[in-house]
């Protein structure tokens, strides 16, 4: 924790609401099972996230499933469900019973002409009508646009009123395509915060360019309360802002108490791993293979002194283990440590010859392994994704369409 904090520049009560059951899903290839569903929301329960979308019930059967066993497991969080401003969409989630709804429509003018083709005062019909129906159904309401942040600020700041007015408690702005910088999330507040009806804010930030958590954290320090995360960065594309990433920044480089158990991190990141069938990529930040692995002499030197000097989070914190890379790049540190541990005496010659020979193999180790293991990754990452090609075509064929012959199905 950085000394004293930077906690002042927060607000209080900030409260994490994750997605990895709504747009982590949304990822493509990813489907959760109504039961996987509940084995994630149990086990982020367990942690103390306290809001948690469960997904669209008007998806399908499946789904509205997966929302009413989330919704009704008896969980502390609150479970929300989401549905465009469409009276079904609000219906089947309302049949579901969830705690609360979320509501999304589109904001920009690029969406509203070219997606929605909806002109802005239909938008806002079609919002304040189903905010107005949920809420007199009893249902909390959270009101969300899509691409908020590439929106008319004047057309953001009538429309979110409208929905306040409505009845909404909480609203949320997206950055949908992740094109926000956290320069423009603070500007973007600056102008719209000052103009807004009282409600509680929430962010939803994505991650095309990496920037989703520096902008989640940009949005707090605005004084957004509720963050969206998804678990290992989840979510459309490149994902959403990752759970792990941005609740670790507040509790380490703000000093700041999100409430979360993060000692089961690892477990809930391995979890989400198995059940979406995402591997975490090997650089990803905080849960990644290789975020508490060393291999420099001088960097195993400096953790082996003080693991200070080069772990910004203690890897225990979050249920990891350091490790020690053996290779090109090893100094005699590690290999003085590793020898110890295992209660083996070395003289200093000893270890420095220990030392080279480490790196004359790793230098002349081929390649092959680890570029089959590449190559062998892409293959079945490309097989694994969703409905794979042949299958596409089978199913047509099942649809009654003709199959072109040149596919050889
Ligand atoms: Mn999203």
């Known amino acids: 924790m950085v000394e004293g904090g930077i906690s002042g520049r927060l607000p209080a009560g900030i409260q994490i609401w994750d997605e990895t059951m709504r747009d982590g899903e949304q990822t493509p290839g990813v489907a959760f099972t109504p039961e996987e569903k509940l084995e994630i929301a149990t086990l982020m329960d367990e942690m103390g996230v306290p809001i948690m979308d469960a997904g669209i019930p008007v998806v399908s059967k499946e789904e509205a499933r997966g929302v ?45 002409t070219h997606k929605l083709r909806m002109t802005r005062a239909q938008v806002l019909e079609a919002s304040v009508r189903q905010v107005e129906y949920a809420k007199d159904h009893g249902v909390p309401v959270s009101f969300v646009t899509e691409d908020t942040f590439r929106a008319d600020l004047e057309y953001v700041v009538e429309l979110y009123n409208a929905c306040i007015e409505a009845g909404a408690v909480r609203v949320v702005f997206c950055d949908t395509v992740g094109v926000a910088t956290p320069s423009a999330v603070a500007w973007f507040f600056e102008r719209v915060l000052p103009r807004l009806r009282p409600a509680e804010l929430s962010f939803h930030g994505h991650n095309d360019l990496g920037l989703a958590v520096a902008n989640s954290l940009a949005a707090l320090e605005a004084g957004i309360l509720v963050p969206h995360v998804c678990v290992n960065g989840l979510g459309e594309r490149s994902g959403n802002a990752s759970l792990e990433e941005l609740v670790l920044a507040l509790e380490t480089l703000y000093g700041y108490d999100t409430g979360i158990d993060v000692s089961r991190m690892y477990d809930l990141a391995r979890l989400v791993e198995r059940l979406s069938g995402v591997p975490i990529g090997v650089h990803k930040p905080v849960v990644g293979y290789n975020a ?65 020979l480490i790196k004359e193999l790793a230098e002349s180790k081929p390649k ?15 097989r694994r994704r969703g409905v794979a090609d042949q299958e596409f075509w089978m199913l047509a064929r099942k649809a009654g369409l003709p199959v072109p012959p040149e596919l050889g199905i």
Do not use: W
């Open 292 to 356: 508490f692995s060393h291999e420099s002499g001088i960097h195993a030197d400096g953790v082996l002194k003080h693991t200070a000097t080069y772990e910004p989070i203690q890897p225990e914190a979050i249920g990891r283990e350091r490790q020690f890379i053996f290779g090109k790049h090893t100094g005699s540190m590690a290999v003085s440590d590793r020898l110890r541990k295992r209660g083996v005496a070395a003289t200093p010659e000893q270890v420095s010859l220990l030392v080279q």
């Open 368 to 382: 092959e392994e680890q570029q089959a293991f590449v190559e062998l990754f892409r293959e079945r990452e490309e």
């Open 68 to 112: 009413r066993l989330v919704a009704n497991a008896g969980l502390k969080a609150t479970i929300v469900a989401a549905a465009r401003a469409v009276r079904k969409d609000v219906d089947a989630v309302l049949d579901a019973g969830a705690d609360e709804i979320s509501i999304f429509i589109a904001c920009s003018d690029l969406h509203l």
